[in-house]
């Protein structure tokens, strides 16, 4: 849970930092010494809202694969584990392993989807 954790920290300060830089850039603002007029900062964050979608999308679906291939992996030890235990429950042990894994897949590819949105909209 920790790394789960520190890694959304760290993808949410990459979102932050590299997706406002273009912002500025793109924006054509001149930053003042002074404060920045209304105008200015209302520009700003449009510019700063249209370039965090395709950086969402890959952080959306990385994550989203990473959750997923740690609940399979757990899926598949714990049946393994299961099965050297009591060895004539295979079957009945494989066919919920199959499954468990087959609802973690379709959680993952729905997140992926919802990534690709994020893209595409």
Known sequence: ???????SLLAFAAV????AIPAVAQ??????SGDLSVDDAVRLTEAAATNYGP????????????GAGM???????????SIARQPEMAGP???NMIIAAALVEGATLFA?????LCLIL
């Open 16 to 19: 932050a930092v590299f997706g």
């Open 1 to 7: 849970m920790k790394r789960f954790l520190t890694l």
């Open 93 to 95: 042990i494989g066919t």
């Open 112 to 116: 992926v989807v919802v990534g690709l």
């Open 27 to 32: 924006s054509g603002i001149v930053m003042p």
């Open 71 to 81: 609940g399979i992996g757990r899926i598949g030890s714990a049946a393994v584990e």
């Open 55 to 66: 950086l969402g999308a890959g952080i959306i679906g990385g994550l989203a694969l990473i």
